[in-house]
């Protein structure tokens, strides 16, 4: 996702979804009482009897009474009441009216407040987007293509030959794998997968493990049957860049609960609203995790908690309930914290 304006002051947010985990992460932030505007079409009746209606565009800002993402069809159905617009002979006020937003649809939110875990949710989407400085090394025998991806575009910044000439030819003996290295540093990714037919690929990333590098991001490993442009098409179309995304955000949030867990076993830990209110309202509380289940059902109740920790200095963290994970801090009463000591 990219957030191109996120103004607490006056709490207007401008996001562009680049994939449809961000409509549903939108979902999540869109409330009743928001003003949202974007464009959409109505269907406008004909000025003459016996004139067909048409479609016509128009620019509209209505008052949010609901919001649903639409998995299905890809795209966030916001809905509400019109309280400004233009062309003004073709926009109705005070009337119903949807907004359909998609992939690559820039939307304006105007909040009463905006909450730090709606910021720290976009923040999230926003680093964890599958072009937050991921690059694709699509890789064979002859020649690595270097690229930044992103949602609809494919950046390329080097392509790197093999020096490959008959029999004379052999990974370990040419500077093939070091130039690609050195190009792949200086890039500064915050993470690499390397694609392509063949062992290559799990060649060169041997060879990167064996120059224990420090603070190198890690190397994900895919199977393509082509390199460059069309290697990366293969590699979206199948799903393969977004069932990296999820993996490596899930992995983060798998982590953080066998924190917990290993901490509670310890009394190091609390569960349940009223035991973490009364942790944070000690300055005991270090890490406050929610289950977003928990926070959409519980929407006013978490919410002060997440107000409270926010004031405390308390790290937040919401698991994504397409976590599987989730169900672990479900069991605990949806929400827990870590302690940074013993206070009973």
């Not at 392509?196 to 190397?219: A, H, M, Q, R, S």
């Not at 179309?237 to 983060?252: D, F, I, Y």
């Not at 924190?259 to 300055?283: D, H, Q």
Request: proline share 2%; net charge neutral.
């Amino acid at each position: 996702m990219k957030i191109m304006k996120l103004d607490r002051r006056s709490g207007e947010i401008i996001a562009l979804p680049e994939s449809i985990d961000d409509l549903w992460h939108l979902e999540k932030i869109v409330d009743k009482g928001d003003i949202v505007s974007g464009s959409t079409d109505r269907k406008i009746k004909g000025s003459k009897e016996g004139e067909k209606a048409q479609r016509q565009k128009i620019f509209v800002e209505i008052d949010v009474e609901d919001a649903h993402f639409q998995e299905f069809s890809e795209n966030l159905k916001i809905g509400g009441i019109i309280v400004a617009g233009h062309p003004e002979e073709y926009v109705e006020l005070k009337t119903h009216q949807s907004l359909d937003v998609r992939i690559g649809d820039k939307l304006k939110i105007k909040k009463k407040s905006i909450k730090p875990w709606q910021i720290d949710r976009l923040r999230k989407a926003e680093n964890e987007s599958a072009n937050a400085r991921l690059l694709i090394i699509l890789m064979d025998d002859e020649a690595a293509e270097l690229a930044f991806v992103s949602q609809f575009s494919y950046s390329k910044k080097a392509n790197i030959k093999s020096g490959k000439s008959g029999k004379q030819y052999a990974e370990g003996k040419s500077d093939y794998f070091d130039n690609v290295l050195a190009k792949t540093v200086a890039l500064e990714p915050k993470k690499i997968l390397v694609a392509g037919p063949g062992f290559v690929k799990e060649n060169f990333k041997k060879f990167v493990d064996g120059k224990k590098i420090k603070g190198f991001p890690p190397i994900f490993i895919e199977t393509t049957n082509s390199v460059g442009e069309t290697g990366f098409r293969e590699l979206v179309a199948t799903g393969k860049l977004e069932a990296l995304q999820n993996q490596l955000q899930m992995s983060k949030e798998s982590k953080l609960i066998e924190e917990y867990l290993m901490l509670v076993a310890k009394e190091k830990g609390e569960y349940g609203a009223g035991a973490v209110r009364e942790a944070i309202e000690a300055g005991a509380a270090e890490k406050v995790i929610l289950a977003e289940t928990y926070l959409m059902q519980k929407r006013e109740e978490a919410e002060g908690l997440l107000d409270m920790a926010d004031k405390a200095g308390c790290e937040t963290s919401i698991i994504s309930s397409k976590n599987p994970a989730e169900r672990s801090i479900q069991n605990f009463g949806g929400i827990v914290c870590t302690l940074r000591y013993k206070y009973k």
